[in-house]
């Protein structure tokens, strides 16, 4: 592939796209080549030289106004007394959208409104917006935006139909927004960020978003006569001290306990330990990626039988069933040493292991693998983590009768679903005990750990690699 004849032709592109302000279409485009040029060796001599152009372009296009003033305001349909916004009554009942002029930042990361009128039918969003948002939607039904919605507790992503996600909102409460910035290897914003929303000054959940050149706007949308909110954008949140206190406890790294409890970094079997129903499951809020691809448990206590597994499950695995047991989960068990690849029927894999042992679980992706085009997030949305999703059972194995109990063979003529090929790979004490090939499902693989009888104690390490 001839790199630099792209650039060129992306350089026209992105020109003609800011002659007619489609900005969110070139920020699309322009993430896309971006991701492509960041693979080692992707650039040659004369393709560095247009890459620096494209560079200076794109600084161009971050300076110029869309269709204001730089650091102004964006609104449409929408009255502002103040720090008062309230909906526009128009002809045609189109939504009402304000857009504030900066974008959230690491000083900057999190603002909140207060509902001082519900209207006629309570249609007010929060959320995120990238630059040049179409002024027509609500924060979250369009490309790279998010929100929660305040008439129906809803959570938008990127599309028009919302997931349960918060409560409704009545007068008087406070829906609020922000992001909690990270920074990469190279000091810059990564790709996706974790946007986190509060109802009345409490966390209501976290949704992994997609983080667009110039960064995401607050927005505030409205579409019904009567609305009213007061806007504050220097609210205060101190995410990072209760960061620390979550990283110190554990609990921001785990999105379900079922049977399980939490003491620091070991997870403690909880269940009743009498039948194969008793099952305690401890799933990871973040799924494995090509840069933070495997993790690791220590057996503390083996407990009466050792029934422990570590392994990769989709979001949606049912919660009271041993990680391996069911589709879309593979798993290495302790007590026999055997991998369940989605059925309750294990093969003979590696070593018995006790206490002391170290288990190892990772996946190596392929080179070109992007971890939201090729596990499909639509349209089960992994990326959102709150106590709603985590409550309830959720499990899509209702069409397990599709497939045979061995090694996922179709029978009534169904094939399994597709996904992007991966492998699976488990250790014993750092040593590579056996690979597996499997189709990632939608969403992603989650660390998972699984228990089974009294006492049994591990100890999780997200982050073995890493020192």
């Not at 505030?220 to 205060?236: F, I, P, Q, R, T």
Request: aromatic fraction near 10%.
């Amino acid at each position: 592939m001839n790199f630099g004849n792209d650039v060129g032709s992306l350089q026209v592109i992105l020109t003609v796209m800011l002659q007619k302000k489609h900005i969110a279409a070139m920020e699309l485009r322009y993430q896309n080549i971006m991701n492509f040029i960041r693979r080692p060796g992707a650039l040659g001599n004369q393709d560095f030289r247009n890459f620096q152009d494209l560079r200076r372009l794109r600084e161009l296009i971050n300076r110029q106004e869309v269709g204001q003033q730089v650091n102004q305001p964006r609104n449409e349909r929408i009255n502002i007394d103040s720090d008062i916004l309230s909906y526009q009554v128009n002809e045609h009942n189109k939504v009402g959208l304000y857009v504030t002029a900066d974008p959230l930042t690491s000083d900057n990361y999190y603002f909140e409104i207060e509902i001082l009128d519900l209207g006629q039918i309570g249609a007010i969003g929060v959320g995120l917006v990238p630059r040049g948002y179409h002024l027509d939607a609500q924060p979250g039904w369009r490309a790279m935006s998010v929100g929660y919605h305040a008439d129906d507790g809803k959570l938008f992503k990127s599309e028009g139909f919302g997931k349960p996600f918060g409560p409704v909102s009545q007068v008087g409460d406070k829906l609020g927004c922000g992001i909690k910035f990270t920074k990469d290897d190279d000091g810059e914003t990564p790709q996706q960020v974790k946007v986190f929303f509060t109802h009345n000054r409490k966390e209501v959940g976290i949704v992994m978003v997609q983080y667009p050149p110039g960064g995401l706007f607050p927005a505030v949308g409205m579409h019904s006569e009567g609305e009213e909110v007061k806007l504050n954008l220097d609210a205060e949140w101190h995410y990072n001290e209760l960061v620390l206190m979550a990283v110190d406890s554990g609990e921001d790294e785990w999105s379900r306990l079922h049977d399980v409890k939490l003491n620091g970094s070991l997870l403690e079997y909880n269940g009743r330990g009498k039948s194969i129903h008793d099952v305690g499951l401890a799933q990871a809020r973040f799924p494995l990626d090509t840069t933070n691809h495997y993790f690791e448990i220590e057996i503390v206590d083996p407990g009466e039988n050792c029934y422990i597994a570590i392994g990769v499950a989709k979001k949606t695995y049912p919660k009271n069933r041993h990680p391996g047991w069911n589709k879309g989960s593979i798993a290495y068990h302790a007590d026999d040493g055997k991998i369940f690849n989605g059925s309750g029927i294990g093969d003979h894999f590696g070593p018995r292991c006790n206490k002391g042992d170290i288990m190892g679980c990772g996946i190596l992706f392929p080179p070109d693998y992007d971890s939201e085009a090729d596990s499909d997030l639509s349209p089960d949305d992994p990326d959102v983590y709150n106590d709603v999703l985590a409550d309830e059972n959720y499990s899509d194995d209702d069409d397990d009768d599709l497939y045979d109990e061995v090694e996922g063979r179709p029978v009534n003529g169904q094939a399994p679903e597709d996904g992007t090929l991966v492998c699976v790979f488990f250790t014993c004490n750092g040593k590579i005990i056996g690979k597996k090939p499997v189709c990632i499902p939608k969403g992603g693989f989650y660390p998972t750990v699984g228990m089974l009888s009294n006492c049994e104690k591990v100890a999780v390490d997200f982050r073995p690699l890493t020192g």
